[in-house]
């Protein structure tokens, strides 16, 4: 079910694209006929080639957008501190933090790959260490880094293979496989590739040729055989076609064919849940559609996704739930992401705006970016944490498990902590830097992520363009483009109309443009651009609610491209660490548990808009540095508390009843909110308002399927009768004759002496549910289950509720155990605990 999105038809604010074109030391060139065409495109199409830059070589499928090689682009304003935070950071300093990244003993740095962490730390690190040093023009990053590109290009053996022994040995899989593990080599190639983007130095397509005919080499059954290279293959994918598109070698296209063949079932299903892969990895089969043109390999990118989406990822932020892997019954905005995961999600929508010319992949990139990516760390980037979840009250070091599915410390901020993502989130924002333009077929250029930034590059007829784009989007509504060109030239501006939009405005040198009525997707200005232009672009931002029907009728509350959290006050604690490189835990100093007054039909009318005057600080994204924030009202629910361990307790069906005075409360953008909901309770006071309960279990079950929705027997809804095919309800589908289980667990013991079930009874002698064979209850003493003793007789009823009572048990888990009927499943519409 797609989450109700509700907005204001009265624009709240807009934002405003300023392309001056002209250099302030050139005369303005003389008055000309206008020759201004603009076209209005949902999606950009696979057609034409830009003769300049590099992109998909036939026969794959032509690219709707190409990446600029590195260097091309220069971040400014609050990206380039960004930038900046991460060079004077952890990531900046990981040769002194890491032990992973020493280069003395390192196997990726011996010649024979010898040593020590020959994994995927360093290529992890690299990728981004590498870029972060070219785009800032770092010196001291520069030179450490390309003394890693140059022991890595050294290791190369005749036969092709480089990189560290142990993973040609396949030392993590089980012993006597014979597999090389290729993983971790396929991250190694990416900076090999910047390396090659901002130098051209051939040595690297030497390499990577060998490299890959030396994969050619490999038996079927011994490539990419099983895990990560397996599930990640698409990585190898997408260097392949890089090289193919620089060199045409069409044994390449041979090559990734099998490596298609051989990836895991990204096609027809979802072979892992684990967080990274889905986020790294959902993104394979519209790789290969460059290759099939057939466009079902795209469709198949777009099921995961929105299969991913609508069981896990209704929440705020632009993820889902998937603290280590996505379980099905821990669906709710406590549940987190990994750090690894955002950096990898952005690259995917990366790559396929430009295979697919969807702008919706841009507007998901800045979603992560501007509301969940700062916050995966410190403001001074100094330190990480491994998962950020949108509602998330407290960071520190208890272990939250099993609510989290990781156990120890995922929470606070340490810089020596978190391997995979200490590493991984390196390259972050230096991609986003990288693809903030890209070049367009027909010689044109698409400003595809709005931010203030600087981009040179040949356009029309191969003239050298320069292009200074001046803002704080997304805090600020006007967007400054001014074009620095020797002489006029004709080329397509590609400007992507961000899904949240819905009322765009054009004008040239002053002059209105006719647009199509709900013109979606980009506008493409072609024109003859001379000293003197300008370009205005209306992009009206509203106030918009997204209700969660999925999620218990939670509600998140955006402007333009920003969610919004509430305003929790943060108390930093130093723990552990050094003095120069600290880990901190962050405790909340104010209230927390809100619950939203908003009007989802008028939703501009709940909020006040209040900017920030003066310029963006140098780190916007922080509780006291929020440029923009929105004045709303609340009330508190006393009964939603902080569990034992730290954690958020579970929120409840909306909307709540509570008796707590109205008050004013604040709400930032999520980037800035360390400590924040953003999933919201709605208050309510008709009859359909409920009072919160004390503690709201998660639910688990046998069997598990992740497209059950087992919250149905908690949601305080009786049917009509046990064939009321208007209530939801929870089943054990396909399951004949077995015993099964579902299960309440709770963060802290709960005392409880009877239960009641409301089973379903299909009348059709043909349909799945019917009564079970028997049921019993059993109770969790901490180390093994027990069956109740009971005090009463099992009812087993259709249209009612089933009860039996029991001697107290004080628990945090407790199961119903229920054996199907041979030819029937069992079903359960509601399950209380008393």
Not at 98 to 104: A, I, N, Q, T, V
Not at 525 to 546: C, F, H, Q, Y
Not at 674 to 689: T, W
Request: charged content about 25%; overall charge neutral.
């Amino acid at each position: 079910m797609t989450p109700i999105r509700a907005r204001l038809a009265k624009p709240a604010a807009c934002l405003v694209l300023l392309v001056a074109v002209g250099s302030p030391v050139q005369a303005s060139a003389p008055a000309r006929r206008d020759d201004t065409k603009v076209t209005a495109v949902e999606t950009l199409p696979p057609k034409g080639k830009n003769d300049y830059y590099v992109g998909n070589r036939e026969p794959l499928l032509p690219s709707t957008l190409i990446k600029l090689p590195i260097g091309s682009i220069r971040p400014d304003g609050w990206v380039r501190r960004q930038l900046e935070f991460k060079a004077e950071g952890f990531i900046g300093h990981l040769t002194e933090i890491s032990e992973f990244c020493r280069f003395d003993g390192n196997a990726w740095t011996h010649p024979s790959g010898q040593g020590k962490y020959g994994w995927e730390e360093v290529p992890y690190w690299l990728r981004g260490f590498w870029n972060l040093g070219h785009i800032l023009d770092d010196k001291r990053i520069s030179t450490e880094a390309q003394r890693w590109v140059e022991a890595v290009l050294a290791s190369q053996r005749p036969d092709g293979y480089f990189g560290s022994q142990s993973n040609l040995d396949g030392d993590r899989f089980p012993r006597g496989s014979n597999v090389p593990d290729l993983w971790p080599n396929m991250v190694m190639l990416y900076p090999l590739r910047s390396y090659y983007e901002a130098t051209g130095d051939k040595r690297v397509l030497s390499f990577m040729l060998k490299y890959f005919r030396w994969q050619t080499t490999i038996p079927l059954n011994r490539f990419l055989p099983f895990s990560w290279q397996h599930w990640r293959a698409g990585d190898n994918l997408d260097s392949i076609y890089w090289l193919y598109n620089r060199t045409g070698e069409s044994w390449l296209l041979d090559l990734a064919r099998v490596n298609h063949e051989r990836t895991a079932g990204w096609v027809g299903g979802i072979p892992t849940w684990h967080v990274v892969n889905i986020a790294e990895c959902f993104r394979a089969p519209a790789q290969f559609y460059q290759q099939s043109k057939d466009i079902r390999y795209l469709r198949e990118t777009e099921r995961v996704y929105d299969t991913v989406f609508e069981i896990y990822g209704q929440v705020s932020g632009g993820l889902y739930g998937a603290d280590e892997n996505a379980r099905p019954g821990f669906t709710g905005p406590r549940q987190a992401a990994e750090t690894c995961a955002k950096a990898e999600m952005m690259y995917s929508d990366y790559l396929l705006v430009g295979i697919s010319g969807d702008g919706k992949w841009a507007d998901r990139a800045e979603d992560i970016a501007f509301n969940s990516l700062p916050a995966s760390m410190t403001p001074d980037l100094k330190g990480l944490h491994y998962l950020t979840a949108p509602n998330q009250i407290q960071l520190d070091r208890q272990n939250k498990a099993p609510m989290i599915q990781n156990g120890g410390d995922m929470y606070s901020y340490n810089p020596h902590q978190y391997r995979c993502c200490q590493h991984n989130v390196a390259f972050a924002w230096p991609y986003y830097a990288e693809h903030l333009w890209m070049a367009t077929p027909n010689n044109g250029l698409a400003p595809v992520l709005y931010a203030p930034s600087q981009v040179t590059a040949r356009v029309g007829d191969g003239t050298k363009v320069t292009i200074t784009e001046t803002t704080d989007y997304p805090f600020d509504e006007i967007v400054t483009f001014s074009v620095s060109s020797p002489k006029p030239v004709r080329f397509p501006m590609t400007l992507r109309v961000p899904a949240w939009c819905k009322a765009p405005k054009l004008r040239v040198n002053g002059q209105q443009q006719a647009l199509p009525v709900n013109a979606r997707g980009w506008l493409v200005v072609e024109r003859t651009w001379s000293n003197g232009d300008k370009l205005e672009l209306e992009l009206p931002m509203e106030i918009a609610t997204t209700q969660w029907s999925r999620n218990r009728n939670t509600v998140s509350v955006h402007r333009g491209p920003l969610t919004y959290s509430l305003r929790i006050g943060e108390r930093w604690e130093r723990k552990e660490g050094t003095d120069k490189w600290p880990g901190f835990e962050v405790y909340p100093t104010t209230a927390w548990n809100y619950g939203l007054l908003v009007d989802l039909k008028s939703p501009a009318a709940s909020f006040e808009v209040v900017r920030k005057p003066g310029p963006l600080a140098a780190q916007p994204f922080t509780v006291d540095a929020a440029p923009i924030v929105l004045r709303a009202k609340g009330k508190r629910i006393p009964e939603w508390k902080q569990e034992s361990n730290g954690l958020v307790a579970e929120v409840q069906q909306s909307p709540v009843r509570s008796t707590a005075p109205v008050e004013e409360i604040t709400l930032i953008p999520m980037g800035c909110a360390r400590l924040r909901i953003a999933s919201f309770p709605q208050i309510g006071e008709g009859p359909d308002a409920r009072v919160w309960q004390d503690s709201l279990p998660i639910i688990l079950y046998s069997n598990a399927s992740h497209f059950e929705q087992p919250t149905a027997i908690n949601d305080g809804v009786l049917p009509r009768n046990s064939d009321d095919p208007d209530t939801p309800r929870f089943t054990w589908d396909g399951r004949r004759g077995m015993l099964e289980w579902v299960e309440y667990q709770y963060g802290v013991p709960r005392r409880f002496s009877a239960t009641e079930v409301y089973w379903a009874e299909d009348k059709s002698p043909r349909a799945p549910c019917h009564l079970p064979e028997f049921w019993e209850v059993q109770w969790w003493d901490g180390s093994r289950w027990h069956a109740v003793s009971r005090t009463s007789e099992y009812e087993t009823r259709a249209d009612g509720l089933s009860r039996v009572s029991f001697q107290p048990v004080e628990t945090k888990r407790v199961r119903l155990r229920v054996q199907t009927q041979e030819r029937f499943a069992a079903g359960i519409y509601e399950w209380r605990l008393q």
